[in-house]
């Protein structure tokens, strides 16, 4: 009766973790990519999310540029950023666990910290590509919506040039996601596989 409690408490600071986390790591690759497509960032320059990034942001990419040798086109600060929260996210969940007795190996940790990068990568690309699409049907035009166009046009572009309008409908955000929930799936198959040899 006691550990229930214990568990709900653990429960909702796993929760506010994820969400917090998540929210921050996410706006990190957010930041990294969109310098990978040199998009500006400020709002004169058609990006209102650029001040939002920023402020979520900055307080650990900028400590990290300042040490980090610079590389054209790949912000290494924002990537490096969204690694180690997600490091200190399944840190502090182990630490939980291994206070209540579980037996777990501190060594699966940065393993759990690099696939939660690429899970916020596949999750973060399929929000857009959703919003995209559903803006695209109510046919919204602004400043997000050109963001929005900038940033899903590279993966969609491809899947473009093999598949052809049905009906005069685009398809390739459907068929982007499809293809998103496949990697998905293997890469859960592929962290199980390696959790298991460490």
């Given at each position: 009766?006691?550990?229930?409690?214990?568990?709900?408490?653990?429960?909702?600071?796993?929760?506010?973790?994820?969400?917090?986390?998540?929210?921050?790591?996410?706006?990190?690759?957010l930041?990294?990519?969109?310098?990978?497509?040199?998009?500006?960032?400020?709002?004169?320059?058609?990006?209102?999310?650029?001040?939002?990034?920023?402020?979520?942001?900055?307080?650990?990419?900028?400590?990290?540029?300042?040490?980090?040798?610079?590389?054209?086109?790949?912000?290494?600060?924002s990537?490096?950023?969204?690694?180690?929260?997600?490091?200190?996210?399944?840190?502090?969940?182990?630490?939980?666990?291994?206070?209540?007795?579980?037996?777990?190996?501190?060594?699966?940790?940065?393993?759990?910290?690099?696939?939660?990068?690429?899970?916020?990568?596949?999750?973060?690309?399929?929000?857009?590509?959703?919003?995209?699409?559903?803006?695209?049907?109510?046919?919204?035009?602004?400043?997000?919506?050109?963001?929005?166009?900038?940033?899903?046009?590279?993966?969609?572009?491809?899947i473009?040039r093999?598949?052809?309008?049905?009906?005069?409908?685009?398809?390739?955000?459907?068929?982007?996601?499809?293809?998103?929930?496949?990697?998905?799936?293997?890469?859960?198959?592929?962290?199980?596989?390696?959790?298991?040899?460490?």
């Amino acid at each position: 009766m006691g550990s229930e409690p214990s568990h709900m408490i653990d429960q909702i600071v796993s929760l506010l973790l994820d969400v917090t986390v998540g929210l921050v790591a996410g706006m990190c690759l957010l930041r990294a990519y969109m310098q990978f497509q040199r998009i500006p960032m400020s709002v004169r320059a058609g990006n209102p999310a650029g001040p939002f990034i920023f402020t979520l942001s900055d307080w650990i990419v900028l400590p990290l540029r300042r040490v980090l040798p610079r590389i054209p086109a790949i912000d290494l600060a924002s990537v490096l950023a969204a690694f180690l929260l997600q490091l200190a996210q399944f840190g502090l969940l182990w630490l939980l666990e291994f206070l209540h007795g579980a037996q777990g190996h501190g060594t699966a940790v940065p393993v759990m910290a690099f696939f939660g990068v690429l899970r916020l990568l596949i999750k973060g690309l399929t929000g857009l590509v959703v919003i995209y699409a559903l803006l695209s049907w109510i046919q919204m035009h602004s400043e997000a919506t050109d963001l929005l166009d900038r940033l899903v046009a590279p993966p969609l572009t491809p899947i473009r040039r093999h598949l052809p309008l049905v009906g005069g409908v685009d398809l390739s955000p459907l068929a982007l996601l499809v293809l998103l929930q496949i990697a998905n799936l293997v890469m859960l198959s592929v962290q199980a596989w390696v959790l298991a040899l460490v």
